[in-house]
């Protein structure tokens, strides 16, 4: 029996492969527990219509990361930090306080857990932040710390 899988199954395969399985196997396991539908050639025709809204919503999410990310290069991020004598300064800058930065001075969301940083900032200079918005998409985001007494 043909058998559309609607859930990852171990031995079988992914969601939305077709797979070949044995009668008893369909009915007794992958039916009743919802992990998969019979391959009619109605749930074929839906499958393959779900299939092209996936692709076109994954289009979608990719021109939206890409614009972003054209905001994010043409942004130039200002922040301060205390600095004491010296040039020491006190605290840092994390990727949490430049997403609020962001939002608060240009209206632009991103996650703090999309900023990459190996380090939070903790001197005075211009610093060249990552930004992943999508798995094809890296923003570079120019951020200028400058010292406040």
């Known amino acids: 029996m043909k058998v559309i899988l609607l ?13 070949e399985v044995n009668n008893g196997y369909a009915r007794n396991f992958v039916l009743p527990k919802k992990l998969g ?3 009619t050639s109605k749930a074929m025709n839906d499958l393959k219509l779900q299939k092209q809204n996936d692709d076109k919503v994954a289009a979608e999410k990719l021109a939206e990361a890409k614009d972003l990310a054209g905001k994010l290069e043409a ?12 040039g020491r300064t006190f605290g840092s800058i994390s990727s949490k306080e430049i997403a609020e930065l962001l939002k608060k001075n240009y209206d632009i969301t991103v996650d703090k857990k999309k900023i990459v940083m190996k380090d939070p900032i903790k001197a005075v200079g211009e610093y060249t932040v990552q930004v992943k918005l999508h798995p094809e ?6 951020v200028s710390v400058e010292g406040e007494k």
Do not use: P
């Not at 998409?137 to 120019?142: F, N």
């Open 7 to 19: 859930a990852d199954v171990k031995s079988l395969g992914k969601k939305g492969d077709i797979v």
């Open 37 to 39: 539908v019979e391959a």
């Open 75 to 86: 942004t130039k991020l200002v922040t301060t930090i205390k600095v004491g004598e010296g």
């Open 137 to 142: 998409v890296t923003a570079d985001l120019r």
